[in-house]
């Protein structure tokens, strides 16, 4: 099995593992399916979505520039950070904060908040070198990754004002991609084998929520049952989503995907993510469940 040295910070929303992931059989879920797809873009990309059903997400213009997007009740908006290329937008909460990352003038992926048309840069602890911000609850705390001068990647919890460093004991590199009313936060890691593993964290300890029988499992999102959805690969590195709902463990696959990627969950039992349709581009999609 081949398997990733280190843990990047991503420029899109799905991280390039070289992994290989097997998965038990798992319970069936039945799936409703609805695309998202930015009108004339390339690719489309959905991140995240929250109760009142706003997603999220990124989509590919021209030349293959990245711009970031809002879609609420079936109407795009355009979010281009001012400073930079190649917006995501990742997650949004309940008031309309939206949490991403783009590129700075000198190509540094920065993480940001968006609030009513303005932008707030998301450094990271003083001395990160880049950033990215991932995850936003109703309480406006966020929570992302960085990497330190040394280039190791940690994860993040910011208030606003302080930022706790989020590293799970004995693992590398850890990713903070979800964050709860309730403060549960998920991640997920490099172990000692340099495999990806998924972490609930509820402000003290961190539990290990891997997909069962996945070498390698990608926590992305969580809602405030605990539910939460991941991606992870299979042997032949081709992308698929899995949902842990209730305690059991869904995995699901768009019906007209050769790849799936889980992203965001809200709720009202609805997911988000993007696959890949055989002879075509990328498009979104959200899922009732």
């Known amino acids: 099995m081949k398997a990733c040295k280190s843990l990047t ?40 979505i929250n109760n009142s059903g706003v997603v999220v997400g990124q989509y590919q213009a021209g030349k293959g520039v990245t711009r970031g997007f809002m879609m609420a009740n079936g109407k795009f908006t355009h979010i281009d950070h001012p400073n930079g290329s ?40 003083a001395g990160s070198i880049s ?47 979800g964050i709860n009313n309730k403060g549960y936060i998920v991640v997920y890691w490099l172990d000692s084998g340099q495999n990806a593993e998924s972490s609930l964290y509820n402000g003290k300890t961190y539990k290990t929520i891997n997909v069962p029988g996945a070498t390698n499992s990608m926590a992305e999102d969580l809602n405030n049952a ?8 299979d042997n032949n590195f081709h992308p698929h989503a899995a949902l842990r709902h209730a305690g059991k463990y869904y995995e699901f696959d768009h019906p007209k995907s050769m790849e799936t ?24 999609f959200e899922a009732t469940y």
């Open 9 to 48: 910070l991503i420029a899109g929303f799905v991280l390039t593992f070289l992994i290989a992931a097997t998965a038990a059989n798992a319970p069936t879920l039945t799936f409703k399916y609805t695309n998202v797809k930015m009108p004339g873009a390339l690719t489309t990309a959905a991140g995240g």
């Open 226 to 233: 605990n539910d939460v959805i991941y991606q992870w690969l």
């Open 86 to 125: 190649g917006t995501i937008c990742k997650n949004i909460n309940s008031a309309g904060l939206i949490v991403g990352s783009y590129d700075d003038a000198k190509g540094t992926r920065r993480g940001f908040v968006y609030e009513n048309g303005k932008f707030t840069d998301i450094d990271g602890p």
């Open 131 to 177: 950033s990215q911000a991932n995850g936003i609850n109703d309480k406006d705390l966020i929570v992302g990754s960085y990497a330190d001068a040394k280039g190791a990647v940690h994860g993040f919890l910011f208030n606003g004002k302080k930022y706790k460093t989020l590293d799970v004991p004995g693992g590398n590199s850890t990713n903070a991609t």
């Open 261 to 284: 990627w889980g992203m965001g969950i809200n709720d009202q039992n609805v997911v988000v993510g993007a696959y890949t349709p055989i002879n075509n581009y990328g498009r979104g």
